[in-house]
């Protein structure tokens, strides 16, 4: 009887066949889970802070939104000399700097049309100021933010208008490129009022045209308002992807995506930029300015709507102060891709312009 019974206690105590363990084995991939489960919680909570975070900061320092619609401080292309055009494929272009104010200093371009090309080769900003006064038209062109006049679908542009035949006279605004100053709406404005008048001292007759793209369409119609309002208009305005005004192109901007329903929007974001002293009011100023209009629009511009530009033709066109002048829209399908800066590609702008800056001429003369 105490045999068996040892001998079932042996038994007992015989290992049978290896069991998996089952529980530590588990216990790593839970705790590996329960790992990135943390550590995702934790990163959802600090994004989730600092989205919170952003408008009170923007509010707190409205210097920043004033950088954020500015983006003075982004150079684009990095790396190349203002100094030297002919480095960007511009070997007609000659580069100046004017003072408009005490403090500040701007960087010009001056393109001639193609036909002098020959001409300009090894010639000093003398012989290019001279060439304002042949009989060719001038074209002032403002840029719109970030980058400087170097960019590259700006010189592109600068490119195809010089082949057209009109000399092209470009600058970067104080605080943008090599141009000294602090960066502000009325000193933009200020800026391109100089610039105008210097080439109006040294082209004669000559028609000279205000083209402004994007951002620059607000310098432009703060100019040709003024100019107007004091009897000096330019021969024609072009606006190139332009917007009503700051508050309605900063709710419709990409980057405002995330913000646009967040409590508050209108309070946070674009209060503080009304009351850093920004506006940009093209939809106010066209009911002032007494000149020829042509508006251009890509139909995909991701950056600022094709509906706030065709808003803009909307309000001009009935307006009284164009009642003796050719205000025309002119939309770009957005099969052609030309988005928010490529309208230059387009083989039927030379046609457009042409066609509506005959008619300007005509209806300025007349």
Known sequence: MRKRHES????????????????????RPLGRRFGFWFRLRKLIIWLLGVYIAIPFLVKLCPAIQVKLVFLNFVRV??????????????????????????????GVWHTVPTAL????????????????????????YLHGNAGTRGGDHRVELYKVLSSLGYHVVTFDYRGWGDSVGTPSESGMTYDALHVFDWI???SGDNPV???GHSLGTGVATNLVRRLCERETPPDALILESPFTNIREEAKSHPFSVIYRYFPGFDWFFLDT?????????????VKYISCSLLILHAEDDPVVPFHLGKKLYNIAAPSRSFRDYKVQFVPFHRDLGYRHK????????????????????????H
């Open 342 to 365: 490529y309208i230059y590609r387009s083989p039927e702008l030379p046609r457009i312009l042409r066609e509506f800056l005959g008619k300007a001429e005509h209806a300025h003369h």
């Open 8 to 27: 079932c206690a042996l038994e007992h105590e015989r290992p049978g066949p290896a069991q998996p363990r089952a529980q530590p084995a588990m216990k």
């Open 209 to 211: 045209y205000i083209w």
């Open 77 to 106: 292309p990095y790396f190349i000399d203002l100094k030297r055009p002919q480095d960007q494929g511009l070997n007609h272009t000659s580069n100046y700097y004017l003072q408009p104010e005490e403090d500040v200093t701007i």
């Open 273 to 285: 930029i009304t009351m850093s002293g920004i506006k940009f009011a093209n939809d106010e100023n």
């Open 117 to 140: 090309w020959k001409g300009a080769q090894g010639k000093e900003q003398p012989w290019y100021e001279d060439t304002l006064g042949s009989s060719y038209p001038v074209i002032l």
């Open 200 to 202: 109006k001292a040294r």
